[in-house]
């Protein structure tokens, strides 16, 4: 039991102990007493004392440790072998050189005095650190004027490492006083000259892999295939694109999709399938895209790639108002030709094209008549290449909306053929925009109609995509390159194998895919806002490389002196605060500057 008046220790902090009933009350030299229990506290010297006592000096604490390296020893004999006495000033100064930790630690309530060997390793150690501490100081003084040397990878890695968003924290950004976010580590190893504008952050900050999945995808699952070589099947794109994986024709009565079938080789709950989960999506970005899948996948499924391709396909016959009444859905082998909307416009004037060019006006007019939106807003291309940042527009081309409605057709169908199954399916929704009464004409009712949007759904139940004007839909064109669609492909392919009564894998019932739906969605959002936020950033960084730029820019947005601008010829959206013109007015600005770091331009009317 501690003694009334001893002299104790109470985090790090001396007191002196008076007793009060089965408690202690500890008053200190400065601040307020506290009341706490005998085991809390660590007696020093059993006094009697009133206040605390200043340590004694000149203590001989070297030869102590001489005579006591490797040992243990109290208190009081290590006062009397270094003062000669052990008085409570005596006992406090030695509780203090052992709470030091070199050459004598506490270890329980005695004194451990460090043999020859750990002390000089604990020397060694304290040099290190005094030196480290030394020469970040240097850094963070360097730092604070932008001026790192060779040598300060050590210590600004960590804030490389905050800017990539692979840490959350970083100790060098707060001692410089940066701010511990990435968009301020960004801004700061720009400005120290670290990194450039070609940096771009925001695919790490995703959490994103940097490249494809390495591995094994499982044998091909061909039994069943119907050959549809002989029909004429084309699978049109943008020039630039790689990863071909729908193609359309036409029988004489109706139309075909047929979309690439990774799901033949990757089944739920394979490594690939898992990995494709994770990922939720192929991340495009201006310098490239990063799969969902491995390579292996876009050679044995693209589409066009080679001879002969291995498709889901998808049948759908029409009534005269555009409505998908019949659906068919089989694996086939399909020959397909691959073509850009620029090679493919002429060929909608005869044959297989112009056919499906006529179904796709009805379809269009069907969708409309159900409500569905249109928006028409001029793209923009931004790529990099060599490293530099390009920026072209998109054209328009007829093919493009041709196979646009192809696609939307053969969402609606899957959806109608997994829904008259009862099968537990991946289908996507919207609810209706707001109101689209008053709203401006050109551009900027474009703009006023993406506003009016609500965001998509994802769930197990049909619901309509009223943006679409279509009663119930899934997202079923692209397995290759988003995971609801693979999801999609696998279910219909268990279904087909169940009703053929050959194995592939059982469907998954609904509790289950609505996990994978909703981790999907989650990993899918993060994949879009890199590909936005990586389009900006390259965006920014083509400007940089023009001081002084100008451009004309709509007003699609206009009140209370501020204005909302697009620059059509560049896909930027900026905001002034100037008196503009009305909407959809063409002004002429100038670029005057970019923080690539907050994703931000600035631009002047002239």
Same mark, same amino acid.
């Given at each position: ?483 609801? =669609?693979? &999801?999609?492909?696998?279910? /219909? %392919? +268990? *279904?087909?194998? #169940?009703? @053929?009564? !050959? ?7 609904? =509790?289950? &895919?609505?996990?994978?739906? /909703? %981790? +999907? *969605?989650?990993? #899918?959002? @993060?994949? !879009? ?78």
């Amino acid at each position: 039991m501690i003694p009334d008046g001893a002299l104790v220790f109470y985090k790090n902090k001396a007191a002196v102990a008076r007793r009060d009933g089965d408690r202690i009350e500890l008053s200190f030299k400065e601040g307020s007493p506290v009341r706490v229990r005998d085991k809390d506290v660590e007696l020093v010297h059993r006094g009697p004392v009133k206040t605390v006592p200043a340590p004694a000096a000149g203590g001989e604490f070297e030869p102590a440790w001489e005579m006591t390296a490797g040992t243990s020893l109290g208190l009081a004999e290590l006062a009397e072998l270094a003062f000669g006495t052990a008085g409570p000033a005596e006992a406090l100064a030695c509780r203090l050189a052992a709470a030091e930790g070199s050459p004598f630690r506490m270890d329980g309530e005695m004194v451990a005095s460090m043999s020859a060997d750990e002390r000089s390793a604990e020397d060694s150690r304290r040099r290190r650190k005094e030196s480290e501490a030394s020469e970040r100081a240097a850094f963070v003084e360097r730092a604070r004027r932008h001026a790192v040397e060779r040598g300060d990878e050590r210590f600004w890695g960590e804030i490389e490492a905050l800017a990539l968003g692979r840490t959350q924290k970083s100790r060098a950004a707060g001692d410089i006083g940066v701010g511990e976010n990435p968009e301020s580590a960004q801004a700061w190893l720009i400005k120290a000259g670290i990194w450039t504008a070609r940096v771009n952050p925001h695919p790490s900050r995703s959490g994103h892999p940097s490249k494809a999945p390495e591995l094994e995808l499982g044998p091909d699952d061909d039994e069943g295939r119907v050959d549809l070589r002989s029909m004429e099947a084309w699978a049109i794109d943008n020039a630039w694109s790689h990863d071909p994986d729908d193609a359309i024709s036409w029988d004489g009565e109706a139309v075909w999709v047929h979309v690439a079938d990774p799901a033949s080789a990757i089944v739920p709950g394979s490594a690939a399938d898992v990995e494709a989960s994770n990922r939720s999506g192929t991340l495009y970005l201006p310098e490239g895209a990063i799969p969902m899948l491995p390579d292996a996948a876009l050679d044995r499924f693209g589409l066009g790639l080679a001879d002969t391709s291995r498709a889901l396909s998808f049948r759908i016959a029409m009534d005269g108002d555009g409505l998908a009444r019949e659906v068919t859905v089989t694996p086939s082998l399909v020959r397909v030709k691959r073509a850009s909307y620029a090679e493919a416009d002429p060929l909608l004037a005869c044959g297989a094209l112009a056919s499906l060019a006529k179904a796709a006006e009805l379809r269009k007019a069907y969708r409309l008549r159900n409500g569905a939106v249109d928006i028409a807003i001029p793209e923009v291309r931004v790529w990099v290449e060599d490293g530099e940042p390009r920026i072209s527009p998109v054209g328009q081309y007829a093919s493009s909306a041709v196979v646009r409605e192809m696609m939307v057709l053969a969402g609606e169908g899957l959806a109608r053929w997994a829904f008259d199954r009862g099968l537990p399916f991946p289908y996507y929704s919207q609810e209706a925009p707001g109101s689209r009464d008053d709203l401006p004409g050109g551009l900027a009712g474009e703009f006023a109609k993406r506003r009016l949007m609500k965001a998509g759904m994802a769930g197990v139940q049909p619901r309509a995509h009223q943006g679409l004007g279509v009663t119930m839909y899934a997202q079923a064109t692209s397995p290759l390159r988003r995971y609801g =669609d693979l &999801l999609g492909h696998q279910q /219909a %392919r +268990a *279904a087909l194998a #169940a009703e @053929a009564g !050959r194995a592939y894998y059982p469907v998954l019932p609904a =509790d289950e &895919l609505s996990m994978r739906m /909703a %981790r +999907a *969605a989650a990993g #899918a959002q @993060a994949v !879009r806002k890199a590909e936005r936020q990586s389009e900006l950033h390259w965006t920014l960084a083509w400007l940089l490389d023009r001081p002084g730029w100008e451009g004309d820019a709509v007003v699609v947005q206009a009140g209370n002196g501020d204005a909302l601008l697009y620059l059509p010829e560049i896909g930027l959206e900026t905001r002034v605060r100037a008196a503009v013109p009305g909407l959809n007015e063409t002004l002429r600005v100038r670029f005057q500057q970019a923080d690539i770091s907050r994703l931000e331009a600035r631009f002047s009317v002239l």
